[in-house]
């Protein structure tokens, strides 16, 4: 069976679709546990996020109910990661899907 310009297209964006949804899968844990250690509560006596002097960076505790606005924020940005990382991929393989349709 011989696939004209179009079909050639159709199967490559789906391959790219694939793989891309394959990288977000694994890049995804490793992204969910660095949020999920850097929302711990913090056991050093650093700042949020910043190490001491042993090296030990502090969590940022977003648990509690009495930090700042800013480690807040920073809380708020670091539990929007992962959607907006899995959204990205999705975009970015529907956008090169309809590229390779429409080249064909």
Known sequence: MVLGNKGQGMILAIMLFVMAAIVAVIVSRPLMEFTNEARLPTTSTAEPGM???????????????SISNGVLMTCLVIDL????????????????????????
């Open 51 to 65: 190490p001491d002097s042993t090296g030990t960076t502090g969590g940022l505790d977003c648990d509690n109910s």
């Open 81 to 104: 990661i992962l959607p907006f990382f899995i959204a990205t991929i999705i975009i970015a393989g529907t956008a090169y899907f309809f590229y390779f349709i429409g080249r064909g």
